[in-house]
């Protein structure tokens, strides 16, 4: 029997981890975009960081974010041993040391082995040329990554094909064949003009999704700007990233040269992509409260007008969560990962396709029913019908779905 046909619309961090999962699961599948490249969108970010978010009472939000860091890391681990990504030019994930500024109050640290968050050791603090006392957390499974070559890396997964300057415009109902009864959907462009049909349809087109989901969709527009440079030989910015109120990024190898990267804004409702000077002083406010020292080493980039701004129009829901769910038999989304692409894509990927093929979901089924659209009204069922069988995962545990090919 030949492999199903699936069909997904979106070619960012999204839409190429739910390609590479399905594919993985025995589909074959087709992703257009309408750019001419994948990853033109949010994901081409020059570098971007992965972490955890911590919380006073490791709550929902605590949870989905470690998580999806070791969906992540599966992931980048899985993908380096193909060769499709380069560790250390692709991705580094050594540890990031996170700068609690604004907090006080402890934060749950919850035991989870040798790859556990704990509290900052001195030499950390030091190199990073914080005092000792400073209020730190230490993420050993976090780092950064290139969203650009993640996503080839999934898009190179066998059985995925890629399409782009292939616009969709709508999503309609198709024609089941004689041979195969079950209904598909047929992708058209502006003209009607049929481009692509499948059983299966992922819309995962980013702030496009709201029009190609009939406005099922709550999604709202989240511009934001790096600041970024080269770095010189004579500074000393540490060897790890560092977040907290924005975050700094060092050593990422960029065509140019070894850069670093800081930010990002926060644009609620913008849309404009033009670089704006109030952010690049913004970001660098925020650096020096996080790192003065790395403020001082990075300020006459700022002074002197040679940092370089990279910005793009994220696409988040209305509680800042990913939307991953069905809409309609055959016709899925997953959508709305917002400035925690790099963090949340491999695991909504892995809800996606457990829920596909009705098997036991990847995470807890709590967390799962977070991410699920039915939160917003928009499921063709609420996710408490859902016919999957009861979670495999125990608490704190990622766990991928069986690979086995299965028809929706």
């Known amino acids: 029997m030949p492999a199903p046909h699936a069909l997904v619309i979106g070619a960012g961090l999204a839409g190429a981890s739910a390609a590479s999962a399905l594919a993985r699961q025995g589909w074959?599948?087709?992703v257009l975009d309408a750019a001419p490249a994948p990853a033109l969108g949010a994901s081409s970010l020059p570098a971007g960081l992965m972490a955890p978010h911590l919380s006073a009472d490791d709550g929902l939000l605590s949870r989905l974010t470690r998580q999806g860091l070791l969906a992540t890391r599966v992931e980048l681990d899985r993908l380096s041993a193909t060769g499709r990504l380069r560790p250390g030019l692709d991705w580094q994930a050594?540890?990031?040391?996170?700068?609690?500024?604004?907090?006080?109050?402890?934060?749950?640290?919850?035991?989870q082995g040798a790859g556990a968050s704990r509290p900052a050791h001195p030499e950390e603090l030091a190199t990073a040329g914080l005092p000792a006392d400073a209020t730190a957390i230490w993420h050993p499974q976090a780092g950064w990554v290139r969203p650009s070559a993640l996503v080839r890396a999934w898009?190179?997964?066998?059985?995925?094909?890629?399409?782009?300057?292939?616009?969709?415009?709508?999503?309609?109902?198709g024609q089941a064949d004689q041979a195969d009864t079950r209904p598909t959907w047929q992708a058209q462009d502006e003209s009607g003009r049929v481009v692509a049909e499948a059983q299966l349809v992922v819309?995962?087109?980013?702030?496009?999704?709201?029009?190609?989901?009939?406005g099922r969709l709550r999604l709202q527009p989240v511009r934001g700007q790096v600041s970024w440079g080269l770095r010189s030989t004579e500074d000393t910015l540490p060897p790890f990233p560092v977040n907290g109120s924005g975050h700094l990024l060092t050593g990422v190898p960029l065509g140019e040269g070894l850069a670093w990267l800081t930010g990002s804004s926060y644009?609620?409702?913008?849309?404009?992509?033009?670089p704006r000077q109030e952010d690049h002083a913004?970001?660098?406010?925020?650096?020096?409260?996080?790192?003065?020292?790395?403020?001082?080493?990075?300020?006459?980039?700022?002074?002197?007008?040679?940092?370089q701004a990279w910005t793009g129009v994220r696409c988040a829901s209305t509680d800042r969560r990913p939307l991953v769910g069905l809409l309609a038999p055959g016709l899925w989304t997953l959508t709305a990962l917002g400035s925690r692409g790099l963090t949340f894509a491999?695991?909504?990927?892995?809800?996606?396709?457990?829920?596909?093929?009705?098997?036991?979901?990847?995470?807890?089924?709590?967390?799962?029913a977070a991410l699920d659209l039915a939160r917003q009204g928009a499921a063709a069922s609420p996710a408490s019908a859902d016919n999957s069988p009861p979670s495999r995962a125990n608490a704190g545990e990622f766990a991928y779905p069986d690979k086995t090919p299965t028809k929706n």
């Open 155 to 173: 898009l190179a997964e066998p059985g995925v094909h890629f399409q782009g300057s292939t616009r969709v415009e709508r999503l309609v109902p």
């Open 346 to 368: 491999a695991l909504c990927a892995a809800l996606l396709t457990s829920r596909v093929a009705g098997q036991g979901l990847p995470l807890p089924a709590d967390l799962a």
């Open 28 to 30: 074959q599948v087709q």
């Open 94 to 111: 050594d540890g990031t040391l996170e700068h609690r500024v604004r907090h006080s109050r402890p934060v749950a640290l919850p035991e």
């Open 282 to 307: 913004a970001n660098l406010a925020r650096i020096r409260a996080l790192l003065p020292a790395a403020a001082e080493a990075l300020a006459p980039a700022f002074a002197d007008g040679t940092v």
């Open 267 to 274: 644009g609620h409702g913008e849309r404009d992509t033009q």
């Open 203 to 214: 819309i995962a087109a980013a702030l496009g999704s709201a029009a190609l989901a009939e």
